[in-house]
């Protein structure tokens, strides 16, 4: 049985974006299957009490940095987004729409919609951008339109979010191998071991 | 001229504690000067108004995992100290101390003091834990506890915690060449491409 990893992220989140791109190509090197799980940090630093990190004295001002060189250490394309924070939920309630359809597909409407953001500095908070990548990748344009504004849409992100908060998902990205966690795109390394070893 | 790293951090924190056992082995091998700097992460905290992370929901629990998990991945040995969090200022007083004296013998009471809290489970919130640690490693026992009522000693922490946050530090460890942060364990990886590349 191949192993599942669970990848769970907001479209906001600029490591959640580099883990996006290095996840796929581990997941086929290792056989790993990988399923894609957006939630919303907001909702998690609400759960939490904390502030958003970019408006933590020290810490925002050393994240900013980090964004930028963390992209160039994993050779991924990164500039820094002119709206940020960005409001994630069509972007987020569109993926799991594609996803119940065509997986293959939402996972590369998500790469689109990460890189959209962080490398062609578009606001993906905008509905019409999320429709236009999504059917730019063979999404029904007028039939995602239409979902989005669907209660059972909506409800279907709620709940992945009260899911991901459930299993102690607190942080974009974080990766899930049963019940162990692994926060950060810091931790593809000791992701990988844990699945080659099946724990360590 | 060899790259000189500043190694931030707090003697009670488990991720400085892995640090500081993979800092000199790196250090050597790549030729670098490596200065440890003591500050204490509480206040850090209180200019991040920041809850202490064990507190944090969600954080809290995952952190007690990835503390444990993250020593093994590093080869570390590691036990949950009894006493967590626990006071640190007697212990980097006392390392400064011993600095301004010694530097070599000054880390190995760095090294010292961090297994007996993260090994061997000691009270190194003790001022008499502290001093018997350094005496094991070649101090005066008796000039260290006179010195650790001394406001000169207590002066000398407070600048070099006020000069670290002033710099950006706000975690431990964190690890500087220049004024290049990099926060965390996990950093150690964009640390080492860094000084072998001159940046990148």
């Known amino acids: 049985m191949p192993v599942t990893v669970h990848f769970h992220f907001d479209f906001g989140s600029p490591y959640g974006y580099i883990a996006a791109e290095k996840i796929g ?9 990988v399923v894609w799980k957006p939630f919303l940090i907001g909702a998690a630093m609400k759960a939490m009490g904390s502030a958003p990190m970019m408006e933590v004295p020290l810490k925002g001002a050393y ?6 060189r963390s992209a160039r250490f994993h050779g991924v394309p990164y500039r820094a987004p002119s709206r940020f924070p960005i409001g994630t939920v069509a972007a987020q309630r569109a993926f799991y729409w594609l996803w119940d ?3 293959v597909l939402a996972k590369r409407y998500g790469l ?3 890189r959209a953001y962080f490398v062609d500095d578009s606001d993906i ?5 999320v429709i236009r990548l999504a059917a730019e990748q063979g999404a ?5 339109a239409a979902a989005l504004g669907d209660a059972a849409v909506k409800d279907r992100l709620k709940t992945e979010v009260d899911a991901a908060l459930a299993a102690g998902v607190f942080g974009s990205p974080t990766f899930a191998v049963g019940d162990e ?3 950060g795109v810091d ?3 000791q992701l990988e071991r844990w699945i080659v070893g099946g724990g360590f």
């Open 25 to 33: 190509p581990l997941g086929a090197r290792l056989g790993c299957d």
């Open 63 to 68: 994240a900013k940095r980090d964004f930028e």
């Open 101 to 103: 359809r065509d997986p």
């Open 112 to 114: 689109a919609v990460f």
């Open 125 to 129: 908070g905008d509905a019409a951008t």
């Open 140 to 144: 029904d344009a007028g039939a995602l």
């Open 181 to 183: 966690l692994f926060w």
């Open 187 to 189: 931790r593809l390394d």
